[in-house]
Each structure stands twice: as structure tokens, then as C-alpha cells.
């Protein structure tokens, strides 16, 4: 199974604030690799797929960048309504693995 | 707009059965694989299940294989998880989630999560 790290397990950050959240690979994912945002006791919402292609609705704020195996969720000004837990997904090869997430807080 | 709607859930005791349903509008539900992704009390994601268009074909993880069956019905716009054989560590919130078609190369692929459901809760204890 491919296993996906999210580092760090936690960011504190300033509202404006620019920051860039990992998700690194066990193996290569080629671009097969998803981003969610989940608030607290919400459902996951879907914020980038395939490494970096946006979504409908989702601020143009987040961005997404990488491939292979290294992956880099940016926010670009961090907001308050940004305070969340961030998963990456990756969806090259069966089982469908999830990183373990990036909690995201404000300072 | 898309709703997905689950239902079903609640307490069961190890080695009972459950059956959770998903009920599915604003969209052409037959068009759409689907999935079930789960998380446990204060842990990540985990997907669970995913079926086809026409039911046809189904993929699990190991960790549910054998006990979990996914499946649909098209005339209703409805997805189903049947558990069998639950365990203390299936207790999770369940989602029923859709997978969206991505056109590539002369393939498509299934392989992401464009919408989500509230969420059912489902605890195995004794």
C-alpha cells in the first residue's frame, strides 16, 4: 500500500499569513493525488485534485504543486475560516490511501 | 445540487450485521462510481468500498474484504454497505462519497472524491 506522510501534524499560523503543507509519498503517485479540507465536524470537502488543478468554489487562495512523489498544498493568506484539518489522497494505485492530516491552527 | 444522504447507522455488538444506505439526488446516479470512506473517532480517513456504474465491479481494502459488501441500485439512486461480522475497530463515522469520471489518454479513472454525505455513525461494542 502506499503510505502518504503529512508534515508537520500541526501548523499554528497568523491570519495572511502564506504557508505550504506537505504530503510525501512511499512511492511514486505520478500526479494521482487529492487534497481535502475537513472543519471541525463537517464532512471532507474536496480542494484540489491531481496534484494541482483547482476546484469550482474553492477560494483561489489554495493551490496545490508537485508530483511523484512530493506534494505541497500552498494557502495563500491564510483566513480564519481556514481552520481545519488538511488530508491528502492518493488514487495511482488500489487501496486508496490517506495521509494522516495536517491540523491547521490560528494563532 | 448534489445530496447524498446515509442512513442506517447506529450501536451493534461484535459479529452482529449492519446495512447502511445512501440515498442520492441532483444528479445522474447511474453515471457515477461510488464509495463508502470511513473515520474513526478523532482519526484520519479510510476508503472502505468503491462500485462501478452498473454494480458490476467492486474493490475493497484488505482490512474489510470478505466482510463488507458494496452495492447500488440504479432505479432508486441508492448505494448500500452491507457489514457483516463487524468489529470493535469498524466504529467510524461512515460517508458515502462520489467518484467522479476524469477522462485521460483514452481511460477513465475513478479515483478521487468529488462530494461527500453528513456522515452515519456506526459503533461496534458490547
Known amino acids: 500500500d502506499v503510505v502518504l506522510t503529512q508534515s508537520p501534524a500541526t501548523l499554528s499560523v497568523t491570519p495572511g499569513e502564506r504557508i505550504s503543507l506537505s504530503c510525501r509519498a512511499s512511492?511514486?503517485?505520478?500526479?494521482?493525488l487529492h487534497w481535502y479540507q475537513q472543519k471541525p465536524n463537517e464532512s471532507p470537502r474536496l480542494l484540489i485534485k491531481?496534484?494541482?488543478q483547482s476546484i469550482s468554489g474553492i477560494p483561489s487562495r489554495f493551490s496545490g504543486s508537485g508530483s511523484g512523489t512530493d506534494f505541497t498544498l500552498s494557502i495563500n493568506g491564510v483566513e480564519l475560516e481556514d481552520l481545519s484539518i488538511y488530508y491528502c489522497?492518493?488514487?495511482?494505485?488500489?487501496?486508496?490511501?490517506f495521509g494522516s492530516g495536517t491540523k491547521l491552527e490560528i494563532k | 445540487e448534489v445530496q447524498l444522504v446515509e442512513s442506517g447507522g447506529g450501536l451493534v455488538q461484535p459479529g452482529r450485521s449492519l446495512k447502511l444506505s445512501c440515498a442520492a439526488s441532483g444528479f445522474t446516479f447511474s453515471n457515477y462510481y461510488m464509495a463508502w470512506v470511513r473515520q474513526a473517532p478523532k482519526k484520519g480517513l479510510e476508503w472502505v468500498a468503491t462500485i462501478s456504474t452498473s454494480g458490476s465491479r467492486t474493490y475493497y481494502p484488505d482490512s474489510v474484504k470478505g466482510r463488507f459488501t458494496i452495492s447500488r441500485d440504479n432505479a432508486k439512486s441508492s448505494l448500500y454497505l452491507q457489514m457483516n461480522s463487524l468489529k470493535s475497530e469498524d466504529t467510524a463515522t461512515y460517508y458515502c462519497?462520489?467518484?467522479?469520471?476524469?477522462?485521460?489518454?483514452?481511460?477513465?479513472?475513478?479515483?478521487?472524491?468529488?462530494?461527500w454525505g453528513q456522515g452515519v455513525m456506526v459503533t461496534v461494542s458490547s
Open positions: 491531481y496534484a494541482s
Open positions: 462519497a462520489r467518484h467522479p469520471p476524469y477522462y485521460y489518454d483514452g481511460t477513465y479513472y475513478y479515483d478521487y472524491f468529488d462530494y
Open positions: 489522497q492518493q488514487g495511482n494505485s488500489l487501496p486508496f490511501t
Open positions: 512511492e511514486s503517485v505520478d500526479t494521482y
